[in-house]
């Protein structure tokens, strides 16, 4: 999967210090493999901001720059959504 995602092609608001990123290879191969995917890890893994990121940009490649890309993250709080949305589009630099 290396093709559609690589080190070299990270945003640029990629955190490549999180330790989600030790593990990239392995988040896409099972994400090729099912509909559903759900992530748990220690607070400031990066599982909340940087793998929506992550597979967007995997997505995107896959298919052609389609933006008919969506991609689910939940939060047990509505504020707590938001924020992570705010921090995400900043981060991207793209209006919500």
């Not at 995917?37 to 599982?47: A, D, H, I, L, R």
């Not at 992570?84 to 900043?90: D, T």
Request: charged share 20%; net charge positive; proline share 3%.
């Amino acid at each position: 999967n290396k093709q559609y995602y690589s080190v070299d092609s990270y945003h640029k608001s990629f955190n490549m210090s999180l330790p989600v990123h030790e593990v990239v290879d392995e988040i896409i191969r099972i994400i090729d493999s099912n509909q559903i995917f759900v992530c748990t890890g220690e607070t400031g893994s990066g599982k909340t901001t940087q793998i929506p990121q992550i597979l967007l940009e995997y997505f995107q490649r896959k298919s052609s720059g389609s933006s008919n890309i969506l991609i689910g993250v939940t939060q047990p709080r509505r504020v707590a959504a938001m924020s992570v949305s705010r921090r995400v589009a900043n981060e991207r630099n793209v209006r919500l």
